[in-house]
Protein backbone atom coordinates (compact mmCIF):
# COMPACT_ATOMS: atom_id res chain seq x y z
CA UNK A 1 0.00 0.00 0.00
CA UNK A 2 0.94 3.94 -0.72
CA UNK A 3 1.47 4.46 2.99
CA UNK A 4 4.15 2.38 3.18
CA UNK A 5 5.94 4.22 0.65
CA UNK A 6 5.65 7.95 2.38
CA UNK A 7 3.56 10.07 4.52
CA UNK A 8 -0.35 9.27 3.98
CA UNK A 9 -1.18 12.91 4.34
CA UNK A 10 1.33 14.15 2.11
CA UNK A 11 -0.03 11.62 -0.64
CA UNK A 12 -3.24 12.41 0.14
CA UNK A 13 -3.37 15.85 -0.28
CA UNK A 14 -1.19 15.11 -3.93
CA UNK A 15 -4.44 13.57 -4.26
CA UNK A 16 -6.66 16.59 -3.21
CA UNK A 17 -4.72 19.00 -5.21
CA UNK A 18 -5.45 17.06 -8.43
CA UNK A 19 -8.92 16.74 -7.67
CA UNK A 20 -9.88 20.66 -7.02
CA UNK A 21 -8.79 21.43 -10.86
CA UNK A 22 -11.99 19.91 -12.00
CA UNK A 23 -14.61 21.57 -13.39
CA UNK A 24 -17.86 22.13 -11.53
CA UNK A 25 -21.34 23.87 -12.35
CA UNK A 26 -20.53 27.69 -11.89
CA UNK A 27 -17.75 26.71 -10.24
CA UNK A 28 -19.15 25.40 -6.99
CA UNK A 29 -17.06 23.01 -6.42
CA UNK A 30 -19.30 21.00 -4.67
CA UNK A 31 -16.96 17.92 -3.26
CA UNK A 32 -15.76 16.81 -0.06
CA UNK A 33 -12.81 14.45 1.08
CA UNK A 34 -11.58 12.42 3.79
CA UNK A 35 -7.95 10.61 3.88
CA UNK A 36 -7.65 7.30 5.31
CA UNK A 37 -4.60 5.78 5.49
CA UNK A 38 -5.74 2.98 2.51
CA UNK A 39 -6.93 5.94 0.56
CA UNK A 40 -9.41 8.63 0.00
CA UNK A 41 -13.22 8.87 -0.19
CA UNK A 42 -15.34 11.41 -1.86
CA UNK A 43 -18.50 12.93 -0.60
CA UNK A 44 -20.57 15.75 -2.37
CA UNK A 45 -21.16 18.53 -0.44
CA UNK A 46 -24.73 19.09 -0.86
CA UNK A 47 -24.57 22.70 0.85
CA UNK A 48 -23.35 23.63 -2.68
CA UNK A 49 -26.05 22.64 -5.04
CA UNK A 50 -27.97 24.95 -7.00
CA UNK A 51 -31.63 24.30 -6.20
CA UNK A 52 -32.71 25.95 -9.04
CA UNK A 53 -30.50 24.57 -11.85
CA UNK A 54 -29.77 21.46 -10.29
CA UNK A 55 -32.60 20.43 -8.35
CA UNK A 56 -31.91 16.28 -8.63
CA UNK A 57 -28.24 16.99 -8.33
CA UNK A 58 -27.22 15.63 -11.70
CA UNK A 59 -24.70 18.33 -12.46
CA UNK A 60 -23.31 18.33 -8.84
CA UNK A 61 -22.66 14.55 -9.16
CA UNK A 62 -21.36 14.89 -12.78
CA UNK A 63 -18.68 17.88 -11.51
CA UNK A 64 -17.83 15.47 -8.54
CA UNK A 65 -17.03 12.42 -10.88
CA UNK A 66 -14.91 14.97 -12.72
CA UNK A 67 -13.19 15.73 -9.68
CA UNK A 68 -12.90 11.41 -9.55
CA UNK A 69 -11.30 11.23 -12.50
CA UNK A 70 -8.19 13.50 -11.63
CA UNK A 71 -7.86 11.46 -8.03
CA UNK A 72 -7.47 8.58 -10.15
CA UNK A 73 -4.92 10.06 -12.51
CA UNK A 74 -2.80 11.65 -9.39
CA UNK A 75 -2.81 8.29 -8.59
CA UNK A 76 -1.62 6.58 -11.45
CA UNK A 77 1.24 9.33 -11.81
CA UNK A 78 2.46 8.59 -8.44
CA UNK A 79 2.34 4.81 -10.11
CA UNK A 80 -0.44 2.96 -8.32
CA UNK A 81 -3.82 1.75 -9.69
CA UNK A 82 -6.76 3.08 -8.11
CA UNK A 83 -9.41 0.56 -6.74
CA UNK A 84 -12.69 2.69 -7.04
CA UNK A 85 -15.68 1.84 -5.20
CA UNK A 86 -18.57 3.75 -6.49
CA UNK A 87 -21.38 4.40 -3.92
CA UNK A 88 -19.82 2.37 -1.44
CA UNK A 89 -22.42 3.21 1.58
CA UNK A 90 -26.22 2.62 1.28
CA UNK A 91 -26.58 4.70 3.77
CA UNK A 92 -24.92 8.06 3.12
CA UNK A 93 -26.05 9.20 -0.31
CA UNK A 94 -23.56 11.60 -0.28
CA UNK A 95 -20.67 8.97 -0.04
CA UNK A 96 -19.66 8.44 -3.77
CA UNK A 97 -16.76 6.99 -3.93
CA UNK A 98 -13.88 5.60 -1.97
CA UNK A 99 -10.60 5.26 -3.74
CA UNK A 100 -8.06 2.81 -2.58
CA UNK A 101 -4.64 2.21 -3.36
CA UNK A 102 -3.58 -0.50 -5.43
CA UNK A 103 -0.96 -2.37 -6.95
CA UNK A 104 2.26 -0.66 -8.31
CA UNK A 105 2.47 0.37 -11.86
CA UNK A 106 4.20 2.96 -14.34
CA UNK A 107 1.50 5.07 -16.28
CA UNK A 108 1.19 5.22 -19.25
CA UNK A 109 2.49 7.53 -21.83
CA UNK A 110 -1.23 9.30 -21.85
CA UNK A 111 -1.94 9.16 -18.57
CA UNK A 112 1.08 11.25 -17.95
CA UNK A 113 0.40 13.85 -20.86
CA UNK A 114 -3.38 14.14 -19.11
CA UNK A 115 -1.47 14.81 -15.65
CA UNK A 116 0.14 17.27 -17.04
CA UNK A 117 -2.76 19.08 -18.40
CA UNK A 118 -4.33 19.04 -14.84
CA UNK A 119 -3.82 22.70 -14.36
CA UNK A 120 -3.39 23.99 -17.87
CA UNK A 121 -7.04 22.98 -18.74
CA UNK A 122 -9.69 25.98 -18.26
CA UNK A 123 -13.53 26.63 -19.42
CA UNK A 124 -13.75 29.04 -22.26
CA UNK A 125 -16.38 31.16 -22.91
CA UNK A 126 -16.28 32.74 -26.25
CA UNK A 127 -15.55 31.67 -29.67
CA UNK A 128 -12.80 30.02 -30.84
CA UNK A 129 -9.87 30.23 -33.27
CA UNK A 130 -11.07 29.14 -37.09
CA UNK A 131 -8.54 25.75 -37.13
CA UNK A 132 -10.65 23.18 -36.99
CA UNK A 133 -9.92 20.03 -34.52
CA UNK A 134 -7.96 17.02 -36.77
CA UNK A 135 -10.03 14.04 -37.13
CA UNK A 136 -7.83 11.75 -35.49
CA UNK A 137 -8.03 13.72 -32.04
CA UNK A 138 -11.54 13.88 -32.29
CA UNK A 139 -11.44 9.99 -32.50
CA UNK A 140 -9.38 9.54 -29.78
CA UNK A 141 -11.43 11.83 -27.80
CA UNK A 142 -14.37 10.08 -28.21
CA UNK A 143 -12.51 6.75 -27.33
CA UNK A 144 -11.81 8.22 -24.53
CA UNK A 145 -15.35 8.49 -23.60
CA UNK A 146 -16.28 5.51 -24.74
CA UNK A 147 -13.53 4.15 -21.91
CA UNK A 148 -15.30 5.43 -18.95
CA UNK A 149 -18.71 4.36 -19.80
CA UNK A 150 -20.04 6.94 -21.91
CA UNK A 151 -20.14 8.67 -25.40
CA UNK A 152 -19.02 11.86 -26.96
CA UNK A 153 -21.25 12.36 -29.51
CA UNK A 154 -20.49 14.66 -32.69
CA UNK A 155 -23.18 17.03 -34.19
CA UNK A 156 -22.19 16.70 -37.43
CA UNK A 157 -25.23 17.68 -39.71
CA UNK A 158 -26.28 21.54 -40.36
CA UNK A 159 -29.59 20.52 -39.81
CA UNK A 160 -28.71 19.00 -36.12
CA UNK A 161 -26.24 21.96 -35.02
CA UNK A 162 -29.90 24.23 -35.75
CA UNK A 163 -31.87 21.85 -33.81
CA UNK A 164 -29.48 21.98 -31.03
CA UNK A 165 -28.93 25.71 -31.47
CA UNK A 166 -32.76 26.28 -31.10
CA UNK A 167 -33.13 24.27 -28.08
CA UNK A 168 -30.07 26.07 -26.05
CA UNK A 169 -31.62 29.27 -27.45
CA UNK A 170 -35.13 28.57 -25.47
CA UNK A 171 -33.34 27.21 -22.44
CA UNK A 172 -31.18 30.51 -22.32
CA UNK A 173 -34.08 32.60 -23.10
CA UNK A 174 -35.88 30.86 -20.42
CA UNK A 175 -33.50 31.01 -17.65
CA UNK A 176 -32.87 34.59 -18.52
CA UNK A 177 -36.40 35.51 -17.74
CA UNK A 178 -36.87 33.73 -15.06
CA UNK A 179 -36.03 36.10 -11.92
CA UNK A 180 -35.05 33.43 -9.21
CA UNK A 181 -32.57 31.69 -11.62
CA UNK A 182 -30.84 34.97 -12.57
CA UNK A 183 -30.23 35.69 -8.97
CA UNK A 184 -29.10 32.17 -8.47
CA UNK A 185 -26.35 32.85 -11.58
CA UNK A 186 -25.66 35.98 -9.74
CA UNK A 187 -24.81 34.38 -6.28
CA UNK A 188 -21.61 32.71 -8.37
CA UNK A 189 -20.57 35.17 -10.19
CA UNK A 190 -17.49 36.36 -8.55
CA UNK A 191 -15.37 39.96 -9.02
CA UNK A 192 -11.60 38.87 -8.68
CA UNK A 193 -10.19 38.09 -5.69
CA UNK A 194 -13.47 38.25 -4.26
CA UNK A 195 -14.06 34.39 -3.56
CA UNK A 196 -11.87 31.48 -4.49
CA UNK A 197 -15.13 30.03 -5.97
CA UNK A 198 -17.94 31.00 -8.77
CA UNK A 199 -17.55 32.45 -12.31
CA UNK A 200 -15.50 35.20 -12.28
CA UNK A 201 -16.12 38.13 -14.45
CA UNK A 202 -13.27 38.41 -16.04
CA UNK A 203 -13.81 35.23 -17.94
CA UNK A 204 -16.70 36.70 -19.54
CA UNK A 205 -14.96 38.62 -22.21
CA UNK A 206 -17.58 38.14 -25.02
CA UNK A 207 -21.05 38.67 -25.49
CA UNK A 208 -23.48 35.91 -24.21
CA UNK A 209 -24.57 34.96 -27.95
CA UNK A 210 -21.66 35.58 -30.16
CA UNK A 211 -21.50 31.85 -31.23
CA UNK A 212 -24.25 29.37 -32.71
CA UNK A 213 -25.00 27.77 -29.01
CA UNK A 214 -25.69 30.72 -26.82
CA UNK A 215 -24.21 30.83 -23.42
CA UNK A 216 -24.90 31.82 -19.87
CA UNK A 217 -25.23 35.84 -19.31
CA UNK A 218 -23.11 35.75 -16.33
CA UNK A 219 -22.93 39.52 -17.10
CA UNK A 220 -26.50 40.93 -17.95
CA UNK A 221 -25.19 42.08 -20.64
CA UNK A 222 -28.34 41.32 -23.30
CA UNK A 223 -30.13 43.72 -21.16
CA UNK A 224 -28.08 46.16 -22.80
CA UNK A 225 -27.36 44.99 -25.95
CA UNK A 226 -29.75 42.20 -26.97
CA UNK A 227 -28.31 41.27 -30.29
CA UNK A 228 -24.47 39.61 -30.56
CA UNK A 229 -22.01 41.01 -33.59
CA UNK A 230 -22.81 37.48 -36.03
CA UNK A 231 -18.95 37.55 -36.76
CA UNK A 232 -18.04 35.09 -34.64
CA UNK A 233 -20.69 32.19 -35.73
CA UNK A 234 -18.09 30.81 -37.93
CA UNK A 235 -16.02 30.32 -34.86
CA UNK A 236 -18.08 28.00 -32.81
CA UNK A 237 -16.19 25.01 -32.74
CA UNK A 238 -16.73 21.25 -32.26
CA UNK A 239 -20.07 20.37 -31.40
CA UNK A 240 -20.41 17.50 -29.19
CA UNK A 241 -22.44 15.76 -26.12
CA UNK A 242 -21.25 13.53 -23.24
CA UNK A 243 -24.31 10.67 -23.16
CA UNK A 244 -24.84 7.91 -21.70
CA UNK A 245 -27.45 4.74 -21.99
CA UNK A 246 -28.97 5.22 -18.68
CA UNK A 247 -29.86 8.23 -16.30
CA UNK A 248 -28.88 6.68 -13.27
CA UNK A 249 -26.41 8.48 -10.42
CA UNK A 250 -24.04 5.83 -11.61
CA UNK A 251 -24.11 7.27 -14.91
CA UNK A 252 -23.86 11.06 -13.41
CA UNK A 253 -20.46 9.53 -11.64
CA UNK A 254 -19.42 7.63 -14.97
CA UNK A 255 -20.03 10.79 -17.09
CA UNK A 256 -18.08 13.68 -15.26
CA UNK A 257 -15.12 11.05 -15.23
CA UNK A 258 -15.78 10.26 -19.17
CA UNK A 259 -15.68 14.39 -19.29
CA UNK A 260 -13.03 14.92 -17.42
CA UNK A 261 -11.08 12.31 -19.65
CA UNK A 262 -12.51 14.10 -22.84
CA UNK A 263 -11.37 17.97 -21.22
CA UNK A 264 -7.82 16.57 -20.36
CA UNK A 265 -6.61 14.83 -23.27
CA UNK A 266 -8.06 18.05 -25.38
CA UNK A 267 -6.31 20.68 -23.28
CA UNK A 268 -2.84 18.72 -23.58
CA UNK A 269 -3.64 18.86 -27.32
CA UNK A 270 -3.92 22.23 -26.76
CA UNK A 271 -7.97 22.57 -27.24
CA UNK A 272 -10.46 23.57 -24.64
CA UNK A 273 -14.04 23.45 -24.06
CA UNK A 274 -17.23 25.84 -23.67
CA UNK A 275 -20.13 24.51 -21.84
CA UNK A 276 -23.56 24.69 -22.45
CA UNK A 277 -26.25 22.75 -20.19
CA UNK A 278 -29.44 25.00 -20.46
CA UNK A 279 -31.49 22.86 -22.36
CA UNK A 280 -30.52 19.62 -19.53
CA UNK A 281 -31.72 21.83 -16.79
CA UNK A 282 -35.34 21.79 -18.15
CA UNK A 283 -36.59 18.86 -17.83
CA UNK A 284 -38.89 19.20 -21.46
CA UNK A 285 -35.78 20.28 -23.73
CA UNK A 286 -33.70 17.96 -22.01
CA UNK A 287 -36.23 15.17 -23.84
CA UNK A 288 -36.11 17.04 -26.75
CA UNK A 289 -32.31 17.17 -26.95
CA UNK A 290 -32.14 13.16 -26.44
CA UNK A 291 -34.74 12.04 -28.81
CA UNK A 292 -33.90 14.53 -31.36
CA UNK A 293 -30.22 14.90 -31.08
CA UNK A 294 -28.68 12.56 -28.83
CA UNK A 295 -29.66 9.25 -30.75
CA UNK A 296 -32.19 8.50 -27.63
CA UNK A 297 -28.99 8.36 -25.59
CA UNK A 298 -29.33 10.52 -21.90
CA UNK A 299 -27.54 13.73 -22.89
CA UNK A 300 -25.62 14.77 -19.93
CA UNK A 301 -23.29 17.54 -20.72
CA UNK A 302 -23.32 19.70 -24.28
CA UNK A 303 -19.91 20.94 -25.18
CA UNK A 304 -18.05 22.96 -27.67
CA UNK A 305 -14.21 22.18 -27.79
CA UNK A 306 -11.83 24.37 -30.02
CA UNK A 307 -8.49 26.02 -30.08
CA UNK A 308 -8.50 29.21 -27.96
CA UNK A 309 -6.06 31.59 -26.66
CA UNK A 310 -4.29 30.38 -23.18
CA UNK A 311 -6.41 31.51 -20.18
CA UNK A 312 -6.41 30.73 -16.34
CA UNK A 313 -7.95 28.35 -14.83
CA UNK A 314 -10.70 29.68 -12.00
CA UNK A 315 -9.88 30.14 -8.69
CA UNK A 316 -10.01 27.01 -6.57
CA UNK A 317 -11.12 26.89 -2.79
CA UNK A 318 -7.37 25.45 -0.78
CA UNK A 319 -7.43 21.76 -0.60
CA UNK A 320 -7.27 22.05 3.12
CA UNK A 321 -10.61 23.25 2.89
CA UNK A 322 -12.65 20.55 1.73
CA UNK A 323 -10.07 17.85 3.54
CA UNK A 324 -11.20 16.39 6.63
CA UNK A 325 -9.76 13.75 8.64
CA UNK A 326 -13.05 12.54 9.37
CA UNK A 327 -16.57 13.04 8.11
CA UNK A 328 -17.65 16.11 9.01
CA UNK A 329 -21.24 16.18 10.89
CA UNK A 330 -24.01 17.87 9.66
CA UNK A 331 -22.16 19.26 6.18
CA UNK A 332 -23.04 17.59 3.14
CA UNK A 333 -26.03 15.13 3.91
CA UNK A 334 -28.98 18.29 4.60
CA UNK A 335 -30.76 18.42 1.82
CA UNK A 336 -29.20 15.80 -0.34
CA UNK A 337 -31.43 14.63 -3.89
CA UNK A 338 -28.47 13.10 -5.39
CA UNK A 339 -30.44 9.56 -6.64
CA UNK A 340 -33.72 10.54 -7.21
CA UNK A 341 -34.26 8.21 -10.18
CA UNK A 342 -34.00 8.77 -13.09
CA UNK A 343 -34.59 12.66 -14.81
CA UNK A 344 -35.69 11.95 -18.38
Sequence with gaps: MYATHTGVGHATTHLVRAAITAPSV?????????????????????????????PHGREMVISCGAALFNVR????????VPVVHAFPNPWNRTHLARVDWGS??????????MHRALRRRHTHRGPF??????????????????????????????????????????AEETLRADVRRTAELTRWTRAAGDSPDGVPLETC??????????????????????TAPRKWRARTGLIAL?????????????????????????????????????PLELPYL???????????????????????????PASR??????????????????????GTGQVA
Design 26 to 54: HNTQPWLFTGRGTGLDLYADTARRLPLTD
Design 242 to 278: ITTQHDTREDWLRAGQALQRVLLHAAAHRVTAAFHTQ
Design 129 to 170: QSAALPQHLVDELRDHARSEGAELYTVGSRSETQRLAQLVGI
Design 104 to 113: YAEPDADEEL
Design 205 to 226: HFHPDCTTLPSRDFLGITRIRP
Design 317 to 338: RPAMDVLSAQWPSGRGAEGCAV
Design 73 to 80: LAMRHLGF
Design 286 to 312: RTQVRTQVAGDQFPQMILRLGPAAPGR
